[in-house]
């Protein structure tokens, strides 16, 4: 039962309309929410959704239950064969998910690309490694939710764990982009996991998703997304969690970048310009706070900003395109609404110009004064930027950690024995040298963060698999 209704609008321009042929895929059962998507680039209306409504939630759980234990008994290879099956079809219908990409998630051509290559390399990966795994128990029935800013990647790489764990997964994407959710369970089943196996679950996080984690008849939630949202899902679930349920969860972070005067200029523009602007900034790993070292900063700076004017926003179905926009009205609002809360009390050093249709914020550097901390998340193409001398750099470090975070961390320097001291005191679950902060490679580079960013193990790494067995002390042959 893949619990989903989907009705195309036919909106595309008509040279995309071979590209989107999403079928409406559709089920018996109750309806929830609705949901109507608008591209963000645009605001023509991609599509409709229509979220689970109780019945179906019921019936959805019911099914995953009692799939369980069929799909636990077969042998790892066949699990490992059809995530294998899956990644292929992926690759066959990646001009379909690059338009969903720039429709839906307003997301550049070079993202899409690789959003659906992580989601490969994904199903690969997880397939090698449970192959080459002890033989273990699964835990059950796996809620996994995951968030809009990766709506392919992100999405299947949870359910790819899930699955290959041997465990059944009732998937919940975020409410901006089911579209892409809706293809890729679709080409999931086509690649013969049954439909009970894996079940698409859309709908909005306080009703649909909470209903996904109180459920005792959850075994585990793999959750990727905003710290506060990891909060509700941890209290939602505390019986689950007493009876022995997991809960693997990915957050955010208040990542940071140290660049001394050692640096090599041109490198650290470019690599600054790529963390904070990349993807209108919308990565978790994306840089929010530069601390450049203050004889350095002038030089730096005036070559960044060089460097933003040369950036091109707009839609991101135009391949000359840099920077699309971001992925609604409501993020829209509360950063501009931020930015000119900030620029009342403090510097805006440099913006660019933003499209006025679609909702478009624009790359921003913003002074802070002192050796500032920061508190929250502004998940969008904004840049803070403190400077720092030589004799206070032990106050840059004890600001990067007070955030409470420890997602990524970026360096900038030519001096010996500097990486090594500044990534022992700084909390950090990805810590980048001399290149950008965004990014890893599934299998080579796995991506996870520490603290309040995420409970690891990190996702595309050796060990992301054991969470989704029983312990192995649990382990009855
Ligand atoms: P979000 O927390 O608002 O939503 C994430 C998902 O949780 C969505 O599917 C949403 O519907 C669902 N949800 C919301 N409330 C819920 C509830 N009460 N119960 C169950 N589910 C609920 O996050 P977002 O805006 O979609 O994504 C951006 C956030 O994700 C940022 O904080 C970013 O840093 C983080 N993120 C982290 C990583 C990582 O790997 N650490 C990767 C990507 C994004």
Known sequence: AVNYLLTDRDRFRPSEKRWHAVPASLVAGSQGEQFSIISPATGEPVGDAIGAGPETLELAIATARDAAPGWAARPVAERALLLRQVAGLYEDNAAEFFALCAREAGKTLNDAVSEVREAVDFLRYYAAEAEASEPRQPLGVFTCISPWNFPLAIFTGQIAAALVAGNTVLA????????????????????????????????????????????????????????????????????????????????????????????????????????AFQSAGQRCSALRILYVQEDAAERTLEMLYGAMDELKLGDPWDLSVDIGPVIDSKAKAKMDAYIAEFAARDAVLHQLKAPEQGTFVPPTVLKVSGIAEMKE?????????????????????????????????????????????????????????????????????????????????????????????????????
């Open 377 to 477: 998340e502004i998940f969008g193409p904004v840049l803070h930027v403190a400077t720092f001398k030589a004799e206070d750099i032990g106050a840059v470090v004890n600001a990067i950690n007070a955030s409470g975070y420890g997602l990524t961390f970026g360096l900038h320097t030519r001096i010996d024995g500097r990486v090594e001291e500044l990534s022992d005191r700084i909390r950090a679950g990805n810590i980048y040298v001399n290149r950008n902060q965004i990014g890893a490679v599934v299998g080579s580079q796995p991506f996870g963060g520490e603290s309040l960013s995420g409970t690891g193990p990190k996702a595309g790494g050796p060990n992301y698999l054991k969470r989704f067995w029983r312990p192995a002390e649990a382990f009855e042959p």
């Open 172 to 275: 919940k994407p975020a409410e901006t982009t089911p579209l892409i959710a809706a293809l890729a369970v679709r080409l999931m089943v086509q690649a013969g996991i049954p439909e009970d196996v894996v079940q698409l679950v859309p709908g909005s996080g306080p009703v649909v998703g909470s209903v996904l984690t109180s459920d005792p008849r959850i075994d585990g939630v793999c959750f990727t997304g905003s710290l506060a949202t990891a909060k509700a899902i941890d209290v939602k679930m505390a019986d689950n969690l007493a009876a022995g349920a997991a809960l693997i969860a990915e957050t955010g972070g208040l990542n940071a970048m140290i660049v001394d005067s050692t640096a090599l200029p041109e490198q650290a523009v470019r690599d600054i310009l790529a963390s």
